[in-house]
């Protein structure tokens, strides 16, 4: 059975930094590409970044040279650095197997304060 769990989620001020974890297991983690979405409120899913299972990486262009996808397949972890936060990036972070929306995790909630 394919689990995801965040965590790192909260309140960070705007022009912070903040470091999301996605815990993952029931698949070959270091065989898979992996994905950071978010969801604003009233929004669909937006994708982040994602990350092959060497590490190449792709970024959204809202988010590229700000945000840092990175993996530790001995750990089977994904994480999000996230810098230089707006308060218009507030938003459920969810990280998914794959490159789909589908197979995620419950989400870590970010609110960037003023």
């Known amino acids: 059975e394919v689990k995801l769990v965040e965590s790192g989620g909260g309140l960070v001020q705007a022009g912070g930094s903040l470091r999301l974890s996605c815990a993952a297991s029931?698949?070959?983690?270091?065989?898979?590409?992996m994905t950071w979405f978010r969801q604003r409120p009233g929004k669909g899913p937006e994708k982040v970044a994602n990350?092959?299972?060497?590490?190449?990486?792709f970024y959204g262009e809202d988010v590229k040279g700000r945000f840092a996808v990175s993996r530790d397949n001995t750990k089977s972890m994904m994480y999000l650095n996230l810098n230089s936060v707006k308060t218009e990036e507030t938003a459920m972070y969810y990280c998914?197997?794959?490159?789909?929306?589908?197979?995620r995790g419950p989400g870590t909630q970010v609110t960037v304060t003023p």
């Open positions: 029931g698949f070959t983690f270091g065989a898979t590409y």
């Open positions: 998914a197997k794959g490159t789909g929306f589908t197979d």
């Open positions: 990350i092959s299972p060497s590490g190449n990486t």
